[in-house]
């Protein structure tokens, strides 16, 4: 699978937009962007996932650049209860793919 | 609908003792796994259940580590001796499927090994 980049920590004033960047210049043609989630003291939690359109949900939307090569997770009003580490994945398809999680970005929206 | 329950969720341990962790999935989901997170990184998978299979079990250190997944449902996680090295927490995750897109953790077992 391939491997992403991103920024390690990022903040955001609450009531804003939070705009979270990942960069995946290896993916490959059937390879999933998948962003999940962890707050302090529990597991990780799916967020969205997308191929190659564009992906709204009731807690985010996922912008994927034409070429693929990097995303945007938006949480469109970000709450004091959104601050976590947010992981951005790459992910093929099939039972044998795995979630490989990096270091993911810290998240802190402030009051 | 209940989520994944791990218990115990704080464990402290001299070193050289075993520990054991429990999980029990969301009912229906045929798929387990347990992740190994150590402090300021992402989780790692360990193993991998389809069932009662163990289908990956490749970065499970076969040396001190086991699990058990014997009916298909709930697993059981064992470390015989636990070593320093071993202070993380363990969590347990699981889908309906291997390819599902969602998998759902559980809030993890914290170890300390003193």
């Known amino acids: 699978d391939a491997k992403t980049t991103q920024p390690p920590s990022m903040d955001c004033a609450e009531g804003r937009a939070a705009n979270l960047p990942c960069n995946h210049s290896?993916?490959?043609?059937?390879?999933?962007v998948y962003w999940y989630r962890q707050i302090h003291s529990q597991g990780p939690q799916y967020i969205i996932h997308?191929?190659?359109n564009n992906e709204t949900n009731e807690m985010a939307s996922l912008i994927i650049t034409e070429d693929r090569k990097s995303s945007t997770l938006i949480l469109p009003h970000a709450t004091l209860r959104d601050t976590a580490v947010y992981y951005c994945?790459?992910?093929?398809?099939?039972?044998?793919?795995?979630?490989?999680f990096g270091k993911g970005i810290t998240l802190s929206v402030r009051p | 609908e209940a989520g994944v329950v791990q218990s115990p969720r704080y464990k402290i341990i001299e070193k050289k003792q075993p520990v054991a962790f429990w999980c029990n999935p969301i009912?229906?989901?045929?798929?387990l796994y347990w992740y190994l997170q150590n402090l300021g990184q992402g989780p790692e998978l360990l193993i991998r259940?389809?069932?009662?299979?163990?289908?990956?079990d490749s970065q499970l250190p076969k040396d001190r580590f086991s699990a058990e997944r014997l009916k298909g449902v709930d697993s059981t996680l064992k470390i015989q001796p636990a070593e320093l090295g071993d202070s993380a927490v363990y969590l347990c995750?699981?889908?309906?499927?291997?390819?599902?897109?969602?998998?759902?953790f559980g809030p993890g077992t914290r170890l300390t090994v003193t």
């Open positions: 994945i790459v992910r093929g398809t099939g039972a044998n793919s795995k979630l490989t």
């Open positions: 009912s229906g989901h045929n798929t």
């Open positions: 995750a699981s889908s309906l499927e291997g390819s599902s897109y969602e998998q759902y």
């Open positions: 997308g191929l190659k």
């Open positions: 290896t993916i490959s043609g059937n390879e999933y």
């Open positions: 259940y389809e069932n009662e299979e163990a289908v990956d």
